[in-house]
C-alpha cells in the first residue's frame, strides 16, 4: 500500500514539470488586465494565484478537487455508521487529488491519533491568557506557540533547506497541526465555557468523533464536526484566510506562523465571524419578538433597518459567488433531513430570512451578490446540538480551514512559489493613468 507521502510524492514529481514548462515556455501570456476600480478594490477578479486544491466558479460554487460538494461526500470512505466521511480520508484527497481507500483512510486516522497530544506549554499558554480573551485570540496564540516544535523551521536552521525537498518538512508540520487543531479547540471550548472540565480522546474514534467526543456532545454531533470540517476547508486561494496564509508561507515562514496569520484574518467580521453574526442577528430579533418566528413583513423591516443603519446583512453576499452557497445549501440539506431540526424555530427563522433577503437586497441595490453564504445556516446547527457559545464558532471555521490552507501551503513549498510581492503605484500614478490633470 502506497502511504499518503509516498503518493505526494509522485504526484509532486508528475506535476512540476507542467509547473516549470508553464514558466519557462509561456511565462509572457496574458491572463488579463488590472483596472483602477481593482487596485482600489481589493484585488477582485484579478488573476495571480494559482492553487489546484479548489475551484470556485461563481455560479456553481466550490469543487474540491474537480469534485462538487455532494460529489466529495458520495465519493469519500464514510465512518463505520455514520453519513460522513472521514475528514483524514478528504486531507487525502485535499493533497493528492485522489480518492482513498479504507485502508489509505485508516492509515491517516492512525497518523493523526499518534500527533493529537496538545503539548503541555500550550496548554499553559491558554490558561494564562484572560478567560475572556475571544476564543480565536486563544486558538491563534495556541497555534503560533507551537511554532518551536516546527520541523521545516528547525531543519532551516540547521542549513538543511533544499527546494526540492523542503516539502516534505511542510507535510510534517501541516499533519502535526491538523492533528492538534480540533483536541486544541475543544480544549478553548471547555476551559472558556464548560467549567474548565476536560474530557480525554478517545483512541477508538477518529478526527471527527473525537471532536464530538471532547466537546461533550452527543452523536450525531460527529457528523456535523465531519461536515463542517469538510465544508469549512477550501473556497480557492484568494479569500482572506487562505490568501494570507498563502503569503505567510511564500517568505518561507513555516506552517505554524502562515497558518495563525490566516486564522487572524478569520477572525474579521467579513469573513469567518459572519457566522457568529448570523446567529446574534437572528437571535436578537427573535428576542424582540419575545421568541416568537415573525411574520414576512416583521422580517422584511428588521432587514431593512439593519441596511439603513449602515449594517450588512450578515450571511449573505459573496466577493466571488454569485447563486446561493452550496455549502449553505448542504447545511441546509442536513437540517431538513434530521428530524427535530427541520421544526426547529431557529431553522424555521434562518429558511424565511432565506426567502425574504435575497429580495431585499436586490431592491437594496449594493450587493452583487444577494444570496446566502456558508455562514447563513452554520449557526443555527451548532446551537440546536447546544453549542451555542457563538463566540466560539470562529474556531470551528478555523480547524476545518486548515485542512485547505495547509494542503495548499505542502503543495507551494513542492512547486517552489515565489514569495508573494505584488507591485503597488501612488494615488498620484492611477490619476496620471486615469488622463485626470
Ligand atoms: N448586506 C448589505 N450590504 C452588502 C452585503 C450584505 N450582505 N454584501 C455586500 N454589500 C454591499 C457592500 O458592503 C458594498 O457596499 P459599499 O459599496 O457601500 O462598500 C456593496 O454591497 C458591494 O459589495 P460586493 O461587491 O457585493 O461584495 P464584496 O465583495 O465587497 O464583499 C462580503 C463580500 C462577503 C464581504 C459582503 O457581501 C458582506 O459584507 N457580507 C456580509 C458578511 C458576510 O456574510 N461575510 C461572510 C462571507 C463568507 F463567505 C465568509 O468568508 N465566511
Redesign the pocket.
Known amino acids: 500500500m502506497s502511504t499518503l507521502k509516498e503518493t505526494l510524492r509522485k504526484k509532486i514529481e508528475e506535476h512540476r514539470p507542467r509547473t516549470t514548462r508553464l514558466v519557462k515556455e509561456f511565462g509572457d501570456v496574458k491572463l488579463g488586465d488590472v483596472t483602477i476600480s481593482q487596485a482600489i478594490?481589493?484585488a477582485?477578479g484579478i488573476k495571480c494565484l494559482v492553487t489546484d486544491i479548489s475551484y470556485l466558479d461563481p455560479m456553481e460554487g466550490i469543487r474540491f478537487r474537480g469534485k462538487t460538494i455532494p460529489e466529495t461526500f458520495a465519493a469519500l470512505p464514510k465512518v463505520p455508521g455514520s453519513d460522513y466521511p472521514y475528514v483524514e480520508g478528504f486531507w487525502w484527497m485535499l493533497l493528492t487529488g485522489d480518492v482513498p481507500t479504507m485502508e489509505q483512510t485508516l492509515e491517516v486516522v492512525e497518523d493523526w491519533k499518534k500527533r493529537s497530544q496538545i503539548p503541555a506549554y500550550v496548554i499553559d499558554v491558554l490558561r494564562a491568557l484572560p478567560r475572556d480573551s475571544h476564543p480565536m485570540a486563544m486558538f491563534s496564540a495556541a497555534i503560533v506557540a507551537m511554532q518551536r516544535d516546527s520541523v521545516f523551521a528547525k531543519n532551516y536552521a540547521a542549513g538543511k533547506f533544499n527546494k526540492m525537498t523542503c516539502w516534505e518538512d511542510m507535510y510534517e508540520d501541516a499533519n502535526e497541526l491538523m492533528a492538534k487543531l480540533g483536541p486544541i479547540a475543544a480544549y478553548i471550548y471547555r476551559m472558556k465555557y464548560k467549567g474548565d472540565t476536560h474530557i480525554p480522546a478517545d483512541p477508538k474514534l477518529d478526527m471527527g468523533g473525537n471532536f464530538a467526543h471532547m466537546m461533550g456532545v452527543d452523536k450525531p454531533y460527529d457528523d456535523v464536526a465531519r461536515m463542517y470540517f469538510i465544508l469549512h476547508s477550501d473556497?480557492e486561494s484568494g479569500?482572506?484566510s487562505a490568501h494570507t496564509t498563502h503569503l505567510v508561507a511564500s517568505a518561507l515562514s513555516d506552517a505554524y506562523y502562515s497558518y495563525a496569520a490566516g486564522i487572524n484574518g478569520l477572525a474579521g467580521?467579513?469573513?469567518?465571524l459572519?457566522?457568529q453574526?448570523?446567529l446574534a442577528w437572528t437571535q436578537n430579533f427573535m428576542d424582540k419578538l419575545g421568541g416568537k418566528v415573525p411574520t414576512k413583513e416583521e422580517l422584511e423591516k428588521a432587514l431593512w433597518d439593519t441596511?439603513n443603519s449602515g449594517?450588512?446583512?450578515?450571511?449573505?453576499?459573496?466577493?466571488v459567488?454569485r447563486k446561493t452557497?452550496p455549502r449553505y445549501t448542504s447545511q441546509r440539506e442536513f437540517c431538513l433531513k434530521t428530524p427535530g431540526l427541520k421544526e426547529y424555530p431557529l431553522f424555521q427563522l434562518v429558511s424565511m430570512i432565506f426567502e425574504v433577503a435575497p429580495d431585499v437586497?436586490l431592491k437594496?441595490g449594493?450587493?452583487?451578490?444577494p444570496w446566502p453564504?456558508?455562514?447563513?445556516q452554520s449557526g443555527v446547527i451548532q446551537w440546536y446540538y447546544g453549542v451555542t457559545e457563538y463566540d466560539f464558532y470562529t474556531v470551528l471555521?478555523g480547524v476545518g480551514r486548515a485542512l485547505g490552507c495547509l494542503a495548499n501551503i505542502t503543495w507551494d513549498r513542492a512547486l517552489g512559489y515565489a514569495i508573494e510581492r505584488p507591485k503597488s503605484v501612488t494615488t498620484a500614478m492611477l490619476e496620471d493613468a486615469a488622463g485626470i490633470k
Not at 269 to 272: A, E, I, Q
Not at 311 to 319: D, F, L, N, W
Not at 373 to 376: I, K, L, R, S, W
Open positions: 478594490g481589493g477582485r473556497h479569500n482572506v467580521p467579513l469573513h469567518g459572519a457566522n453574526e448570523v441596511l449594517q450588512v446583512i450578515p450571511g449573505y453576499g459573496h466577493a459567488l452557497d437586497l437594496h449594493k450587493a452583487k451578490n453564504n456558508v455562514d447563513a471555521f
